[in-house]
C-alpha cells in the first residue's frame, strides 16, 4: 500500500533551471524523510504555482511530511498550502502502468 | 517534457476493491488517450475524495484529457472537479528518484 501526498501553492518564483539552483539542497534532504518513496517536483510559471507530488510508504508518514512541510513553507513567507493525502488504488492503478509499488 | 494532471472531487463511493469493478473498463479506456503516458487512481474514504495523477507528454494532452474527464464527472452528478496542470521539474524531479521521463 502506497500513499500519495499532493501539494500546491501560490510561488512567484524561481521556475524551471532556476529553481533547480536554489532546490538542490533541500531535494537532497527530502530523500532523508521516512517512508518516502519519490516525488515529482511540479511547476507552473503562468499560473505562479509550484508543488510537488509525493510518494510515501504510509499514511501517517505522509502526514508528518505535510506538518513537517507546511511549517517550512509558513517560513518562506508561504501562508495558505493545499495539501491533501490519498491512498493509491493499487489495482487500477495498475491498468494504467501507475508507479506505485 | 512532462505535465502532470492533479485532479480530485467528492466522492461517495465505491473505494477499495469496489471501486476496482466500477472503472476497470473507464481505466482501460484511459490508455488511449493522447499523450497518456501513467495515472495513479487515488482515493480517501474518510474524506470521501477520490482523483488520480496523471502524466502526459505535453500541455495540451493534459488540458484536452482535463477538459473531457470534468464532463464526464459532471455527468456522474460530479460538480466540482478540482484539476490543476504541471510542468514537472525534471532536473530536481531526478534527485528524488520521481517517475518521470
Known amino acids: 500500500m502506497a500513499y500519495i501526498l499532493q501539494v500546491d501553492f501560490k510561488h512567484e518564483g524561481p521556475f524551471g533551471d532556476e529553481m533547480v539552483g536554489a532546490f538542490t539542497d533541500l531535494a537532497t534532504s527530502i530523500n532523508e524523510e521516512k517512508g518516502f518513496?519519490?516525488?515529482?517536483?511540479?511547476?507552473?510559471?503562468?499560473?505562479?504555482?509550484?508543488?510537488?507530488?509525493?510518494?510515501?510508504?504510509?499514511?501517517?508518514?505522509?502526514?508528518n511530511y505535510l506538518t513537517k512541510h507546511t511549517k517550512r513553507l509558513n517560513r518562506f513567507g508561504i501562508a495558505h498550502v493545499n495539501g491533501k493525502i490519498f491512498k493509491a488504488n493499487n489495482s487500477l492503478t495498475a491498468i494504467n502502468q501507475g508507479p506505485v509499488r
Open 37 to 63: 518513496i519519490w516525488k515529482i517536483w511540479t511547476e507552473n510559471e503562468e499560473i505562479k504555482e509550484a508543488g510537488g507530488i509525493y510518494l510515501f510508504e504510509t499514511k501517517e508518514d505522509a502526514e
